[in-house]
């Protein structure tokens, strides 16, 4: 089964896996809007709406994955957020999931991995090309709460 075009967002602080995971899911025919870090990615969600977002778990700043995974499940209940992390424990993932987490995984990783992980969140959730024609959230005036915008 095609997964449709979906909208994803990238935060990754690491450069090199940041491109490669963007090259991985445009090359699978999704749209693709990258954030370098938790400050950035909160600006990005509040005025875009994705039907996932990848997300590290552990960046520099004070917005981290967590922080990331609260503020997109406020704004966008229905978008779909996966946490990689190399600090992957049992207590990290059954946190993240409680917050609504699609699921955990490692790293290193497979990129086929992340690749067939995406279209499976996305085809589960029947999200894939939901966003598409969500180009701006004009209803989101404030940062989430509990997180202060810089």
Do not use: C
Request: charged share 25%; hydrophobic share 50%.
């Amino acid at each position: 089964m095609v997964t449709a075009q979906a909208k994803v967002l990238i935060v990754e602080d690491e450069r090199l896996i940041r491109e490669v995971l963007s090259t991985e899911l445009r090359k699978a025919g999704h749209h693709v809007v990258t954030a370098a870090d938790g400050q950035e990615a909160l600006q990005i969600i509040g005025t875009d709406i994705f039907d996932l977002v990848l997300t590290d778990l552990k960046m520099p700043g004070r917005l981290g994955g967590m922080e990331i995974l609260k503020a997109v499940k406020e704004i966008s209940p229905d978008t779909v957020v996966i946490v990689i992390t190399a600090f992957a424990t049992f207590a990290v993932g059954v946190e993240a999931m409680k917050l609504g987490a699609y699921d955990v995984f490692p790293k290193p990783f497979d990129n086929e991995h992340v690749v067939l992980k995406v279209r499976t969140a996305l085809e589960s959730a029947g999200r894939a090309g939901r966003a598409k024609n969500w180009s701006r959230a004009p209803f989101i005036t404030t940062a989430p709460a509990g997180i202060a915008p810089s």
